[in-house]
T-cell receptor
Framework: DQQVKQNSPSLSVQEGRISILNCDYTNSMFDYFLWYKKYPAEGPTFLISISSIKDKNEDGRFTVFLNKSAKHLSLHIVPSQPGDSAVYFCAASEGTGGFKTIFGAGTRLFVKA | KAGVTQTPRYLIKTRGQQVTLSCSPISGHRSVSWYQQTPGQGLQFLFEYFSETQRNKGNFPGRFSGRQFSNSRSEMNVSTLELGDSALYLC???????????FGPGTRLTVL
């Protein structure tokens, strides 16, 4: 029962262009969403989050969009850089504390120079 | 501030054995969660401890267990190892009131 789905296992983008990573969820009780980035041999690192009361959150080159009616969120990286090449995990939870966080399977992003 | 540390980083065991993994959270973090990462499955939630109490549990068999000590350090134990237990085991810590988790580098377990 995958409550958080990342249907694209990999994505390849040219340096300088936009990277769009997608994530769908099934549990309507989720109200807090996060993106993590993971390099090989390292643990995931927090990238950006969004609460369900918002539909957009921006942090530098990274923007997360949330469409609650479609139960869909996306991460936009503009412009993409070779150092962005990593596995990106989408995660969701009920509330901002005290509840387990459910992760998607991850999308491997390749940014070509 | 030191990050989350996990020991050992790599481990090779054989079927039927048991293993104990250790996690030291960031200073001041009282919550520790454990995840299993396998190719194509992403991060599967195992359990979360807060102030020495298991607060949440994922859908794993009873062979997987954990505990947390008064200094917030946590251990995870897997008994009667199976080949399918080969994975990267990640530990994450956070302060009690926020949902941002900080991950350790993981322990790579290989079961032969």
């Amino acid at each position: 029962d995958q409550q958080v789905k990342q249907n694209s296992p990999s994505l390849s983008v040219q340096e300088g262009r936009i990277s769009i990573l997608n994530c769908d969820y099934t549990n309507s009780m989720f109200d807090y969403f996060l993106w993590y980035k993971k390099y090989p041999a390292e643990g995931p690192t927090f990238l950006i989050s969004i609460s369900s009361i918002k539909d957009k959150n921006e942090d530098g080159r990274f923007t997360v969009f949330l469409n609650k009616s479609a139960k869909h969120l996306s991460l936009h990286i503009v412009p993409s850089q070779p150092g962005d090449s990593a596995v990106y995990f989408c995660a969701a939870s009920e509330g901002t504390g005290g509840f387990k966080t459910i992760f998607g399977a991850g999308t491997r992003l390749f940014v070509k120079a | 501030k030191a990050g989350v540390t996990q020991t050992p980083r790599y481990l090779i065991k054989t079927r039927g054995q048991q293993v104990t993994l250790s996690c030291s959270p960031i200073s001041g973090h009282r919550s520790v969660s454990w995840y299993q990462q396998t190719p194509g499955q992403g991060l599967q939630f195992l359990f979360e401890y807060f102030s020495e109490t298991q607060r949440n549990k994922g859908n794993f068999p009873g062979r997987f267990s954990g505990r947390q000590f008064s200094n917030s350090r946590s251990e995870m134990n897997v008994s009667t190892l199976e080949l399918g237990d080969s994975a990267l085991y990640l530990c994450a810590s956070r302060r009690g009131g926020t949902d941002t988790q900080y991950f350790g580098p993981g322990t790579r377990l290989t079961v032969l």
